[in-house]
């Protein structure tokens, strides 16, 4: 098996968003993250899996073989219960091939507006959903993988608020703090996220 005794971890992601969170959270060990802007002539991956764990792994197994090192990457996004579970692994996708986080927030809120068209209630809360993140690490000299999962349960909200975060986050509201996660800290979020929950299991399971 393989420990992150290294004080470098490599995260084979172009999205500053996830830079930000996981080098948030390695900070606290003494652990520096590395990005893919800081190789900048890796070949580029095909995210073309029908799950996140698929396309974690091949975004693991991209980076890593090809600078021989063990790397670590996220696939995650965004399932919604009344788009029966859509956007899904094409969470990044969504408005199109390049959109910007503002294109994919403006067509799930229109989408969902939509749908509820004609409906008695009007409320903002549209729709329950979930944040889910895969994470791989990859170590191509052995050829070893540790994987793990988390997910947040929360709710679309048509009264996006918050300047933090990335993403869906302005959308994606939270009852229990009457937040959206665009509004908590990188700590708050961290202890509540998908992706939080999925980097404590991976650490879970390296130190087992
Ligand atoms: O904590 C999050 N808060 C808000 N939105 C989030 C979060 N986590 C994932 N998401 C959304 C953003 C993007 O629409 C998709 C991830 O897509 P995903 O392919 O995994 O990442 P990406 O293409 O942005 O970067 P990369 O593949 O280089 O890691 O889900
Ligand atoms: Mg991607």
Redesign the pocket.
Known sequence: MFQLDSSIVIV????K??VR?FSHAFAALGIEVKS?YDYPDLPD?V?DGETFAA?AFK?AKTVGDALHLPVL??????CVDRLDGAPGVY??R?AGEDAS?AD?NEKLLSTLLSLQLGEDTEQPLLSPAR?V?ALVLYDPSTGNKVESFGSVEGFITSEGAGQG?????PL?YLPEYDKT?AELSLDE?QAI???GAALRELMAKLKS
Request: charged residues 30%; aromatic residues 14%; glycine residues 12%.
């Open positions: 084979a992601t172009k999205n968003g996830k969170e893919m991956v995210e396309n975004k990457a996220d696939d995650s996004g965004l969470s990044a969504y986080d994919n944040f993140c975060g990335f993403g869906y986050d994606f996660m979020k996220s998908h992706r």
